[in-house]
């Protein structure tokens, strides 16, 4: 086979290879490039009601930046958002762990299933569900006087960040079990034995063996749970009230109630690139790990 036949086909392949693919970059470009190009492009511009001024400016990044009120919602909003990942990653190690390694394999299928159950209901319900469950006079108030452990109902369980991170915590729970224990399921068992054969005890084996195998699967339940949550704003609205409010919704806000798009884009545009800057930091230490 000569070179001009070998370079013929290859030339061949990629023309069916771009063609297979080009309908995807279409969507794409249609559905995530062009927005996110015009929230861009927005953020450049000034309004005032409904004039919008399209000569170039930086004032918005410059009052976003010098505003108090924007540079404690944006770092009030990266603080929840890692404390959320914190812990529900911590807390759906041990259940990924347990269907992984002592749920016998016939009825794993189950556990899974049994996990993925909330996604059944609407998140907005579970988001009510919760409010009813840590109100002044809820669920959890309730049981609690009734049983004497406390006197009056518990306040700072409802509408600041400590409600927004039970809420988000428990909504994004099955995001972050699953990739774990995708990552647990992969590790080689006799990874575990030789570490065990060469003296290392169970506490040893799962911090030098299992939980460096299995850290993959945590960076990436990390950037699931973390990359949306810094932009949910039904939470916060709902159960959040003043002191759980994030930079979602101020955005929201300029953009329905103020009728300021230009400065939602650019508080959009920061919020972006702060998320972007931290989940590469994420994506290199999984680099590191897969290596």
Same mark, same amino acid.
């Given at each position: ?21 080009? !309908?995807?970059?279409?969507? +794409?470009?249609? /559905?995530?490039?062009? !927005? ?6 927005? =953020? ?20 976003? $930046?010098?505003? !108090? ?14 404390? +959320? ?13 347990? +269907? =992984?390694?002592?749920?016998? #394999? @016939?009825?794993?299928? /189950? ?27 809820? *669920? ?8 004497? /452990? ?14 927004? *991170? ?7 729970? #099955?995001?972050?079990?699953? #990739? ?12 575990? @034995? ?14 030098? *063996? ?17 990359? !949306? ?6 939470? #916060? ?44 930091? $994420? ?9």
């Amino acid at each position: 086979m000569g070179v001009r036949t070998i370079a013929t086909r290859l030339d061949s392949d990629a023309k069916r290879g771009l063609l297979l693919v080009s !309908p995807t970059a279409v969507y +794409v470009l249609l /559905l995530l490039a062009a !927005p996110l190009a015009a929230v861009v492009t927005f =953020s450049f511009w000034t309004q005032d009601f409904l004039t919008i001024d399209r000569s170039f400016t930086l004032d918005n990044y410059r009052e976003a $930046f010098t505003d !108090p009120l924007y540079r404690v919602l944006m770092i009030r909003s990266l603080v929840i958002s890692g404390i +959320v990942t914190v812990v529900t990653v911590v807390l759906a190690f041990p259940i990924a762990y347990f +269907v =992984s390694f002592y749920v016998p #394999p @016939e009825r794993k299928a /189950l556990w899974i299933f049994l996990i993925t159950i909330p996604f059944w209901t609407s998140y907005l319900l579970r988001v009510f569900l919760w409010k009813v469950i840590l109100g002044f006079n809820g *669920v959890l108030n309730s049981g609690l006087i009734s049983l004497g /452990l406390i006197d009056e109902p518990i306040t700072f369980i409802l509408y600041n960040a400590n409600a927004v *991170v039970i809420t988000l915590a428990h909504a994004f729970a #099955p995001f972050t079990i699953l #990739p774990i224990y995708v990552a647990l399921e992969k590790i080689d068992r006799s990874l575990l @034995e030789a570490s065990r054969d060469l003296g290392e005890n169970r506490v040893t084996t799962f911090f030098r *063996v299992t939980l460096p195998l299995a850290m993959p699967g945590v960076i990436a339940a990390t950037l699931i749970v973390f990359i !949306p949550t810094i932009g949910d704003y039904v939470t #916060p609205r709902l159960v959040g009230g003043p002191n759980g409010l994030m930079i979602a919704n101020m955005i929201q806000t300029q953009f329905l109630k103020l009728n300021n798009a230009p400065m939602g884009a650019t508080l959009a545009v920061l919020a972006m690139c702060a998320v972007t800057a931290i989940s590469l930091i $994420f994506v290199l230490m999984n680099r590191r790990y897969l290596r």
